[in-house]
């Protein structure tokens, strides 16, 4: 799976969009682009995933550029929940169980 | 619904002694993931199951880690003679199998291991 780099941690305040970057220039034709959040002390949670087409769901919007070597998160309106550490993923599209291959991620800091 | 459980939620072993790690997943997912998380590190792949077989165990470490999944839902991590450098939270995921190409694993809470 291609490598993902991120920034080491950002932060925003509550209420506004929290935009996180994520590098994947090594990506392949077939692998998509996951993030996973981890609340502190939990175990980590999907947020969405993408091919190549901007994507959204009710938790954020996923931003791939077109040569599709880097994507952003979006949290539209950030609250003191969504205080974590966010992992962008390069997965392979060889298999739908395939492994996930975690980097450091990036801490996101909400304040009030 | 339920989640995927884990337990114990702690555990503290001294070197040298042998832990075994459970892992309860979603009813129903017929794959599930061991990783390892070391502090302020991202989780580590250990070993993947579908079904009851081991699918991939490329990730453990050395030969004293083993999982099993006899009966193609709960898993048990073993570990024999703990070392320090083994301290970790062990983390236990699950998916169910499907056709296409992404599927979303459920994580559970973790177990903390200290070993001393």
Redesign the interface.
């Known amino acids: 799976d291609a490598k993902t780099t991120q920034p080491t941690s950002m932060d925003c305040a509550e209420g506004r969009a929290a935009n996180l970057p994520c590098n994947h220039s090594t990506i392949s034709g077939n692998e998509y682009v996951y993030w996973y959040r981890q609340i502190h002390s939990q175990g980590p949670q999907y947020i969405i995933h993408g091919l190549k087409n901007n994507e959204t769901n009710e938790m954020a919007s996923l931003i791939i550029t077109e040569d599709r070597k880097s994507s952003t998160l979006i949290l539209p309106h950030a609250t003191l929940r969504d205080t974590a550490v966010y992992y962008c993923i390069v997965r392979g599209g060889s298999g739908a169980n395939s492994k996930l291959t975690f980097g450091k991620g990036i801490t996101l800091s909400v304040r009030p | 619904g339920a989640g995927?459980s884990q337990t114990p939620s702690n555990k503290v072993t001294e070197k040298g002694k042998y832990v075994e790690l459970r892992c309860d997943p979603i009813s129903g997912h017929t794959?599930l993931?061991w990783?390892r998380q070391s502090l302020?590190?991202?989780?580590?792949?250990l070993i993947?199951f579908?079904g009851t077989g081991a699918?991939?165990d490329s990730?453990l470490p050395n030969d004293r880690f083993f999982a099993v999944r006899p009966e193609g839902s709960v898993s048990t991590l073993k570990i024999q003679r703990t070392e320090r450098g083994d301290s970790a939270v062990y983390?236990c995921?699950s998916?169910p199998?499907?056709?296409?190409?992404?599927?979303?694993?459920?994580?559970?809470?973790?177990t903390r291991l200290t070993v001393l």
């Open positions: 995927v794959a993931y990783y302020g590190q991202g989780p580590e792949f993947y579908q699918a991939d990730g983390l995921a998916s199998r499907t056709s296409g190409a992404h599927n979303e694993q459920f994580f559970g809470p973790g």
